[in-house]
């Protein structure tokens, strides 16, 4: 990962982000598909913003099932997203959260979990990470991912309890607890 001076949104990405805010019901997923297009325009007129992409790729995995999307397409803005700015950390985020629940790819969502925790990602980051490494068998780097002198969350609830819980066993698809 490289080093990028933060820049503040152009006018038109701010201009993007203020209607997708107003259509963006507070404390509501959206469901409309007018939230979808004014996102669709957004990466359109805005393909430099990696925010842009990232909120598209939200929306498309929030939309309806009528919405004129696929949900593999969230991932495709998401890995748009991280093409713009390799250190947008949410989208990789996002795309680790889409490997591991939505098509099962371990490997693609170990990639992305460990550039997230390069740039900063919290506890869950780790815990995901161990856990995944845990689900394809290499437990060892599990429990070193997740060691205090490794990790910067190794006393976090979360990494303690994933640490216990590999250490059980609970996600090498093994009943036999490590020791």
Request: with cysteine.
């Amino acid at each position: 990962m490289t080093a990028h001076a933060y820049f503040p949104p152009d006018a038109d990405v701010q201009r993007f982000l203020k209607r997708l805010g107003e259509l963006w019901p507070e404390g509501d997923d959206p469901s409309s598909n007018e939230i979808l297009l004014v996102a669709e325009d957004a990466v359109e007129q805005c393909a430099h913003s990696a925010h842009l992409w990232y909120l598209r790729g939200q929306l498309i995995a929030l939309a309806d099932d009528d919405a004129p999307y696929e949900l593999s397409d969230a991932l495709l803005s998401w890995e748009a997203a991280v093409r713009v700015d390799e250190d947008h950390i949410e989208s990789h985020e996002a795309i680790a959260d889409f490997c591991i629940n939505a098509i099962d790819d371990l490997p693609r969502a170990e990639t992305a979990l460990r550039a997230a925790a390069q740039l900063g990602g919290g506890p869950w980051v780790y815990a995901d990470l161990a856990r995944v490494l845990a689900q394809q068998q290499r437990l060892d780097e599990a429990m070193t991912t997740l060691h205090p002198d490794q990790c910067p969350y190794g006393d976090d609830p979360l990494v303690e309890q994933t640490r216990e819980l590999i250490a059980q066993g609970q996600f090498s698809g093994n009943d036999e607890p490590r020791s």
